[in-house]
């Protein structure tokens, strides 16, 4: 195998080789995601969707990356998916509670296969839901996409923030400023950090071999947020609802390649 090499900012660049090996990654975690989705509706627990999800990651021979993950003094994260509900924005612990009709859930996990990781999240409905709840779905998967078709090489980083953040902010909501996403690889964060906001022509430049995971998050009130006293569930301040959606992006020689979705595609 090629290994990867670092540019002099500490970011790897990925052989073909090695991104091979995170579409497989990736693969595992958009079948995954088909698999929890199926089974969202008003009753089910978080518990029994974060069992849903380990059972088959481990069952195709892959890993859960975020069980046992710590992150500063954090207790290791028990589970295999954080399940953030309503005004929960990231890093839910699953467990007990039972999701009720008009609800939203966001949902993000990662999988390891052959030593690489891919890592994604979505927010949907549990049965009915507001309009206003709707609209922040809509819009939070729109930001991520508009993210993704400025990965290009050549570009920058903050070509993507400012994407994010002018469409989000275009239609009213809040963009988190403290939770951003980040380079993957064999690490399931790595350089570069790729925030959600930023100015255009800025930050580390895109070249191809890159691989990065975008992840906006939006909330309907205001960017500002807390953690709760579990030391992982992150809320909204104002406790308005937040949206989150992420995907795996390839940087390679015929563009964009998305690598945690069931289809695969370009930009």
């Known amino acids: 195998m090629i290994l990867s090499r670092k540019n002099p900012s500490g970011i790897e660049i990925k052989s073909a080789k090695e991104i091979e090996l ?23 627990t978080t518990g029994e969707l974060d069992r849903i999800a380990e059972d088959y990651i481990r ?5 859960p990356s975020f069980k046992g993950y710590k992150a500063g003094g954090n207790i290791p994260f028990s589970g295999t998916i ?6 929960e924005i990231v890093h839910g612990i699953p467990g007990s509670r039972v999701l009720l009709e008009g609800d939203i859930l966001s949902v993000d996990f990662g999988a390891i296969l052959q030593g690489f990781h891919g890592d994604s999240a979505f927010t949907m409905g549990v049965g009915e839901i507001s309009e206003e709840a709707l609209r922040l779905i809509v819009v939070t998967r ?4 508009r993210g993704i078709a400025q990965v290009k ?17 275009s239609q009213g909501f809040g963009v988190v400023r403290q939770y951003v996403g980040h380079g993957i690889g064999r690490a399931l964060h790595e350089e570069p950090q790729v925030p959600n906001y930023g100015e255009a022509g800025r930050g580390p430049l895109l070249k191809k071999g890159m691989t990065i995971a ?8 205001g960017w500002e947020t807390e953690q709760l006293k579990d030391g992982w569930t992150v809320v909204t ?16 020689p015929k563009g964009a390649e998305v690598l945690t979705t069931p289809e695969g595609y370009f930009f």
């Open 22 to 44: 995170m579409r497989g990654a990736g693969q595992v975690v958009a079948d995954t995601k088909l698999r929890v989705k199926e089974a969202i509706r008003p009753g089910i």
């Open 59 to 63: 069952s195709v021979g892959a890993i």
């Open 82 to 87: 954080c399940a953030s509900v309503n005004e």
């Open 142 to 145: 729109e930001s991520l996409k």
């Open 153 to 169: 090489a050549g570009g920058r980083i903050g070509d993507i923030s400012h994407a994010v953040q002018t469409y989000a902010e």
């Open 214 to 221: 975008i992840e906006p998050m939006l909330n309907v009130g």
């Open 237 to 252: 301040a104002d406790r308005s609802l937040s949206a989150h959606f992420e995907d795996t992006v390839a940087i390679t």
